[in-house]
């Protein structure tokens, strides 16, 4: 049997938000970032060096701005969503390629991770936020040092890495 326009409703909205999120880390508005998460919400970027779990969502906005102001751009692709309703409650899970770019650095220009997002959801009163964000890297590619190289060229000390 067919979702109903409720549920359709509700999986578009989820989408929505797993977009603003990556639509954020490429506009670098960390207020819409934020906005994903529900106030206490949480992340887990597994395998990213010195990254535990950030238990809230300002950690999130920290940890990528920081990881991205040397920067020249990013670009984050997702697709093959499937979102599982359980009133109000949800889960997502999603593919990722995000590109990241910096001139001028030795080791190469681009730097790409794939990976997948699974998310847990909650209804708020302003709409479905993420109230669990996890990073489960795939594969990388291009130039392994990118966000230390962009912080020297930038004369900053280097981050920690964000996808």
């Not at 977009?19 to 887990?44: E, H, K, V």
Request: glycine content about 10%.
């Amino acid at each position: 049997m067919g979702d109903t326009a409720q549920e359709l409703k509700d999986k578009w909205e989820i989408v929505d938000v797993v977009n603003r999120y990556t639509t954020a880390l490429d506009s670098r508005d960390w207020d819409m970032l934020a906005n994903t998460f529900t106030p206490d919400g949480s992340a887990d970027f597994e395998g990213l060096a010195g990254v535990g779990t950030l238990e809230t969502p300002q950690a999130v906005v920290d940890l990528c701005s920081g990881a991205l102001q040397n920067l020249t751009a990013t670009q984050h692709l997702q697709g093959n969503y499937v979102v599982e309703l359980n009133g109000d409650t949800a889960t997502a899970v999603c593919n990722l390629q995000a590109n990241h770019f910096a001139d001028g650095c030795p080791g190469g220009n681009n730097f790409v991770v794939w990976a997948t997002y699974r998310d847990e959801f909650v209804r708020t009163a302003q709409g479905w936020r993420i109230k669990h964000r996890r990073l489960i890297p795939i594969s990388t590619g291009g130039n392994q040092n990118l966000f230390n190289e962009a912080a020297e060229l930038a004369g900053r000390a280097a981050p920690t890495p964000a996808a």
